[in-house]
């Protein structure tokens, strides 16, 4: 079992940045994919971002790409999202996600979740 709690949401204006970070428990972190998704008022949840277990490879949204950048901290059991040039339609609740058996590219193109955290509120305004 892995609990995923996020922290690091908030309110910025457009063009700052925010870095997001999501703690897990367990022994077991390391043999996750990590990821993050995001859900905006009135949409359904999509993929940002995922990074596999050692870290040697990311996949991103094309949405994100070159603005965020996912990474990971296995001593800590961490995995952070900085977020840079945030724009409005970044505006949404975002989720850490964990998944076994699985790569950062399966797990963007709609591959099932392990472990789901409960969100954290990103607010970009104009």
């Known amino acids: 079992q892995v609990q995923l709690v996020e922290s690091g949401g908030g309110l910025v204006q457009a063009g700052g940045s925010l870095r997001l970070s999501c703690a897990a428990s367990?022994?077991?972190?390391?043999?996750?994919?990590m990821g993050w998704f995001r859900q905006a008022p009135g949409k359904e949840r999509e993929f940002v971002a995922a990074?596999?277990?050692?870290?040697?490879?990311?996949y991103y949204a094309a949405s994100v790409k070159g603005r965020f950048t996912i990474s990971r901290d296995n001593a800590k059991n961490t995995v952070s999202l900085q977020m840079n040039s945030l724009k409005p339609e970044d505006t949404a609740v975002y989720y850490c996600?964990?998944?076994?058996?699985?790569?950062?590219?399966?797990?963007?193109?709609?591959?099932?979740?392990?472990?789901w955290g409960k969100g954290t509120l990103v607010t970009v305004s104009s």
């Open positions: 990074i596999s277990l050692s870290a040697a490879s990311t």
């Open positions: 996600a964990a998944d076994h058996f699985t790569t950062p590219h399966a797990m963007g193109v709609g591959g099932s979740i392990d472990y």
């Open positions: 367990g022994r077991t972190f390391s043999s996750y994919t």
